[in-house]
């Protein structure tokens, strides 16, 4: 069992920076890959970055390539993600998830089989 704990959401307006957080226990997720996720309301969850088990390896979502980073750190058992130049579209409740049986950056969504909580974020315009 992995239990994934989200932090550092918040409201922030448009143009600013948010760095979440996901904090894992009760197993290491330093050879599992990790993903970020976000939800809006009335809209299906959508994944918006990746990262390899090695970290070397990330990938995102055309909505937020050049703006959201990915980020691990092993001995942490943590995961962040850098959310830069943030715009009002991008008010969703942030999820991060784990792929225990897969290493690289973009594993079938179906995949990932442990869940944080998530966090809300909020841009004002």
């Known amino acids: 069992q992995v239990q994934l704990v989200e932090s550092g959401g918040g409201l922030v307006q448009a143009g600013g920076s948010l760095r979440l957080s996901c904090a894992a226990s009760?197993?290491?997720?330093?050879?599992?890959?990790m993903g970020w996720f976000r939800q809006a309301p009335g809209q299906e969850r959508e994944r918006v970055a990746g990262?390899?088990?090695?970290?070397?390896?990330?990938d995102y979502a055309d909505s937020v390539k050049g703006r959201f980073t990915v980020s691990r750190d092993t001995a942490k058992n943590t995961v962040y993600l850098q959310m830069n130049s943030l715009k009002p579209e991008d008010t969703a409740v942030y999820y991060c998830a784990v792929a225990g049986r897969y290493g690289s950056s973009w594993p079938p969504i179906s995949e990932y089989d442990y869940w944080g909580q998530g966090t809300q974020v909020t841009v004002s315009s």
């Open positions: 009760g197993r290491t997720i330093s050879r599992y890959a």
């Open positions: 990262i390899s088990w090695s970290g070397s390896n990330t």
